[in-house]
């Protein structure tokens, strides 16, 4: 039964692809740009662009399962080719963030709601994977650390429970493959609440100095990050987390309680990539 996994560039994308492939799984990897993507050997290669409906057909044919990345550019049309190509089982990497009160008009919430609601009209059987926060988020302080620099923060006592990627794709292999998952909506999390700032000592530690933290007013924090991501998205970030200050982060289903094995820490993340803030 051959899955197709779209978004294959990505962290999560490539974990999933890695597992199936090594239990001997047929698997397809899809891409806009299926030049730039590495697979291991034996893997199938398709185009598959969401804003191109004409890619699908081939990309789905002889496909039973599909592991999604929510884009919700073509998702009717996509969700059609997927009926007409038999396919039985869609796992979707949603978000958290579609449970939110808000999540109609957030535009964080709203990319992952609209094919959810897609999906959840058709006729496919699907599995929701619904993560919060990654720990790879992290990344995003890398440039500041690598340069000695302080680590700016309009809330920096935010809590959230950061979820490993490869906890995630520990997940989605488990969805694909067995049967424990499938029809459920479940929503993922790292195994512990942790602050900004609680995040930024374990990266300390990791490196093996001191990383200066800067509180810095909502106001700058928005110009920040308004010069890498629409102005709305930075504004809702900056909600959750302004609303994450008040208490610990809830924690939601993990590999342990999902698979019955320990979850990777935050820590276990920040020693695997702490080359990535050491500014080599």
Avoid at 14 to 30: E, W
Avoid at 140 to 169: F, K, N
């Amino acid at each position: 039964m051959t899955t197709l996994i779209t978004g294959a560039r990505g962290k999560v994308g490539q974990g999933v692809i890695a597992r199936l492939h090594s239990a001997g799984h047929p698997v397809r990897a899809a891409s806009a740009r299926p030049a730039e993507l590495t697979v291991p050997a034996g893997v199938e290669v398709f185009e598959l662009a969401l804003d191109r409906p004409e890619t699908f057909a081939a990309a789905l044919d002889g496909v039973r399962q599909v592991f999604l990345y929510p884009e919700p550019a073509g998702i009717q049309e996509l969700v059609k080719a997927a009926e007409a190509a038999c396919v039985e089982h869609v796992v979707l990497l949603s978000s958290s963030s579609v449970l939110g009160p808000d999540a109609e008009t957030d535009p964080l919430a709203g990319h992952s709601l609209k094919v959810e609601r897609a999906l959840t009209a058709s006729s496919l059987t699907c599995t929701f994977l619904r993560p919060d926060a990654f720990a790879s988020n992290s990344f995003g302080w890398a440039y500041a650390i690598g340069r000695s620099m302080p680590v700016q923060l309009a809330y920096p006592d935010a809590q959230i429970a950061p979820i490993h990627p490869e906890d995630i794709a520990d997940i989605a292999f488990e969805a694909l493959t067995g049967d424990s998952l499938t029809g459920r909506s479940v929503t993922l999390t790292g195994p512990e609440s942790l602050t900004f700032r609680d995040q930024l000592a374990v990266l300390s530690s990791a490196i093996g100095r001191e990383i200066p933290v800067e509180r810095i007013s909502r106001e700058a924090a928005e110009q920040q990050m308004s010069a890498f991501m629409p102005a709305r998205m930075a504004g809702s970030l900056l909600d959750l987390w302004a609303a994450a200050s008040h208490g610990p982060a809830a924690v939601a289903d993990t590999t342990d309680s999902l698979l019955g094995r320990p979850a990777r820490s935050y820590a276990q993340w920040a020693a695997e990539n702490a080359l990535a803030f050491t500014g080599s």
